[in-house]
T-cell receptor, first 113, second 112 residues
Framework: DAGITQSPRHKVTETGTPVTLRCHQT?????MYWYRQDPGHGLRLIHY???????DKGEVSDGYSVSRSKTEDFLLTLESATSSQTSVYFC????????????FGPGTRLTVT | SQQGEEDPQALSIQEGENATMNCSYK?????LQWYRQNSGRGLVHLIL?????REKHSGRLRVTLDTSKKSSSLLITASRAADTASYFC????????????FGQGTTLQVKP
């Protein structure tokens, strides 16, 4: 298994509170991604990073911000959580060597009450 | 919007039968990938087929790609109960940004 961990694995939080999810990799891969997975919507890209301090928006970036201060860590922040952000969040990594095969973390189940 | 659309959304078969899933996409691509997701787990990369390839095999998996029809199929032969999972196709949209666009997946149930 690719060395990807996500923390926390489960979180329940209240509407309006800030939440930060962490993705940590030991593969030294250049690309990192944050997705959310919801029934009926499949997997949707929130933000991705193509290097340290280099990030870009995905399909559903509103309400989310990211930071990548070092190769191994990619943080996803919900500045003020809403119930619509209740979801399962997956981090993925890719070496980016032309084919962009992605390797996924175990996921974080976030519930916003 | 989703680049890939999978068909069928759900498939139930008996162990030993073959399972075929289809994926259609909208724009040109460099490659198309298939992933598997077991319940409650992250996605696992299965196979990649490049736009200049028509067929690729990996164990019991066979993937075909028809770029003229913008479609791909994943065949799992001699299915096993352990193949029960959701299967997703993903395309790169011919970009070199590292972004993939995933379809909504096909849920496969293999009955023992």
């Amino acid at each position: 298994d690719a060395g990807i961990t996500q923390s926390p694995r489960h979180k329940v939080t209240e509407t309006g509170t800030p939440v930060t999810l962490r993705c940590h990799q030991t593969e030294n891969h250049r690309y990192m991604y944050w997705y959310r997975q919801d029934p009926g919507h499949g997997l949707r890209l929130i933000h991705y990073s193509y290097g340290v301090k280099d990030t870009d928006k995905g399909e559903v970036s509103d309400g989310y911000s990211v930071s990548r201060s070092k190769t191994e860590d990619f943080l996803l922040t919900l500045e003020s959580a809403t119930s619509s952000q209740t979801s399962v969040y997956f981090c993925a990594i890719s070496a980016g060597t032309g084919s962009y095969e992605q390797y996924f973390g175990p996921g974080t189940r976030l519930t916003v009450t | 919007s989703q680049q890939g659309e999978e068909d069928p959304q759900a498939l139930s078969i008996q162990e030993g039968e073959n399972a075929t899933m289809n994926c259609s996409y909208k724009t040109s691509i460099n490659n198309l990938q298939w992933y598997r997701q077991n319940s409650g787990r992250g996605l696992v990369h299965l196979i990649l087929i490049r736009s200049n390839e028509r067929e690729k095999h990996s164990g019991r998996l066979r993937v075909t790609l028809d770029t003229s029809k913008k479609s791909s199929s994943l065949l799992i032969t001699a299915s096993r109960a352990a193949d029960t999972a959701s299967y997703f196709c993903a395309t790169d949209g011919s970009s070199n940004t590292g972004k993939l666009i995933f379809g909504q997946g096909t849920t496969l149930q293999v009955k023992p």
